[in-house]
């Protein structure tokens, strides 16, 4: 609970970034279909790649254990790649885990319970340590107020402009993981 609190801090303190308080975020509203709209990531080689991706998809849907179960269609080296992992709940009722598939932390930062929400992933993966920012929108395009929050967020983690891309319209990957 500490640690969850002092990271609540940071991010609140962080320059630009919104002092969001969630309280108890039911993570049923979270559930659903998600475009992937628009990423901010710390990733080798993300600031190369961000040219060629395109908007990705997200389903999230609640266990029988009550943990997230997450799939994703997302746009890799020209290609389209789905995958499915379970995310379990940490001390936090919002805060998500699944340390043996390299997911640290999943959260979300901001949110109007409805339209959109902003995501924090921390990841480790072949020995690299990162974190994205992802905008779920349930449309295309994002309403500009989402855009506004993830900009904020991204700019107050520190994610300079080479890190952040708006991906492009080509809903062809996103579609994969709505079937």
Not at 40 to 54: C, H, M, P, R, W
Not at 68 to 88: D, I, K, Q, W
Request: aromatic share 8%.
């Amino acid at each position: 609970m500490r640690a969850v609190l002092l990271t609540l801090l940071a991010l609140a303190a962080a320059p630009g970034a919104p002092a969001v308080w969630l309280g108890k975020l039911d993570p049923g509203q979270l559930l659903g279909s998600w475009y992937v709209v628009a990423v901010a990531s710390g990733e080798k080689g993300f600031a190369v790649e961000k040219a060629t991706k395109n908007i990705e998809g997200v389903t999230v849907t609640l266990t029988p254990q009550n943990h997230l179960r997450v799939l994703a269609s997302r746009h890799r080296l020209e290609r389209c790649e789905l995958s499915a992992m379970e995310l379990l709940k940490q001390n936090s009722a919002w805060v998500f885990e699944n340390p043996s598939l390299g997911v640290l932390e999943y959260r979300v930062l901001g949110t109007n319970f409805r339209d959109f929400a902003v995501v924090l992933t921390q990841l480790e993966q072949r020995d690299e340590a990162f974190s994205t920012v992802e905008l779920y929108s349930r449309s295309h395009p994002a309403s500009p107020e989402a855009l506004r929050l993830f900009a904020r967020w991204s700019r107050g983690l520190g994610f300079l402009s080479q890190q952040q891309a708006r991906l492009h319209p080509d809903l062809t990957c996103a579609h994969k993981a709505f079937q």
